[in-house]
Nanobody, 123 residues
Framework: QVQLVESGGGLVQAGGSLRLACAAS????????MGWFRQAPGKEREFVAG????????DYADSVKGRFTIDRDNAKNAVSLQMNSLKPEDTAVYYC????????????????WGQGTQVTVSS
């Protein structure tokens, strides 16, 4: 079993930055694919950014490319999401997720989820 704990959400003005962190435990971290998702009120959960097992390629949703950066630290069993140039439409609950698949292709392939952290961007 893998446990994921997110931190770093909050309220920020449009154009500002936030950094989310996710600490993982319970399994060899380098054999987990990691991702960030978000869910706004009334909308489905959507993929934001992620990468496969250690050394795999990084993927981003088109809506965040050039503004968000995902990073992992295998030594610390942690993954982060640096969010710059935030927009009101980035407002959502952000979730850290992990998958046993080397390169998950859909949300359903993520096996473990954190509790979520709220990000609110004011205009």
């Amino acid at each position: 079993q893998v446990q994921l704990v997110e931190s770093g959400g909050g309220l920020v003005q449009a154009g500002g930055s936030l950094r989310l962190a996710c600490a993982a435990s319970g399994r060899t971290f380098s054999y987990l694919s990691m991702g960030w998702f978000r869910q706004a009120p009334g909308k489905e959960r959507e993929f934001v950014a992620g990468f496969g097992w250690s050394g795999g390629p990084t993927d981003y949703a088109d809506s965040v490319k050039g503004r968000f950066t995902i990073d992992r630290d295998n030594a610390k069993n942690a993954v982060s999401l640096q969010m710059n140039s935030l927009k009101p439409e980035d407002t959502a609950v952000y979730y850290c997720a992990a998958s046993n698949s080397p390169r998950p292709a859909s949300t359903r392939q993520y096996d473990y989820w954190g509790q979520g952290t709220q990000v609110t961007v004011s205009s």
